[in-house]
């Protein structure tokens, strides 16, 4: 009990010195003159990600992905290629920075997207494509892939 008691105040204490320098940070910041001196010339623009850097991240999709048009209506209600279709319980939509998106946020939406299909032939899995990877050759169809050869080291279908 008393180790409880000891960690209890050690976070207190952090607490009171998190606070302090965040009204530090504040102080600071509100201070336009003096935040470009303190940093030298960088900005939060330079410290942070760009969007080029994101990009350049090549995603990998299964070789049983196909391509297709979808537009979410009332999810789990979708269409696929103009045909109506649904998601399965458990799908996963990954947006085009690969994180996560609820389909009741792309209400409305007309994207063009990897997808695959579970044993109940609903859509399990969604990539939303960026434009670098809409311009890559991928098929439509099992007929198409079946008729085309996977590339590793492009990440692209082709002739045979």
Do not use: K
């Not at 579970?118 to 809409?134: F, K, S, T, Y």
Request: with cysteine; net charge positive.
């Amino acid at each position: 009990m008393y180790r409880c008691v000891v960690e209890h105040v050690h976070v207190a204490r952090l607490g009171v010195r998190t606070r302090g320098a965040s009204l530090a940070l504040a102080a600071l910041m509100s201070s336009s003159s003096l935040l470009p001196a303190l940093l030298g010339g960088l900005t939060l623009a330079s410290v942070s990600p760009c969007a080029a850097a994101q990009e350049a991240v090549q995603r990998s999709f299964p070789l049983h992905a196909l391509r297709g048009e979808m537009l979410v209506t009332t999810p789990p209600e979708v269409m696929l290629n103009g045909a109506p279709a649904r998601l399965s319980p458990g799908a996963r939509i990954r947006g085009t920075s690969n994180l996560i998106v609820q389909s009741a946020g792309l209400s409305g939406a007309r994207l063009l997207v990897h997808y695959t299909r579970d044993n109940q032939a609903q859509i399990n899995e969604v990539w939303v494509l960026r434009p670098d990877e809409a311009q890559r050759a991928w098929p439509r169809t099992a007929q198409e892939a079946a008729a085309l050869v996977y590339d590793p080291s492009s990440r692209t279908w082709r002739q045979p």
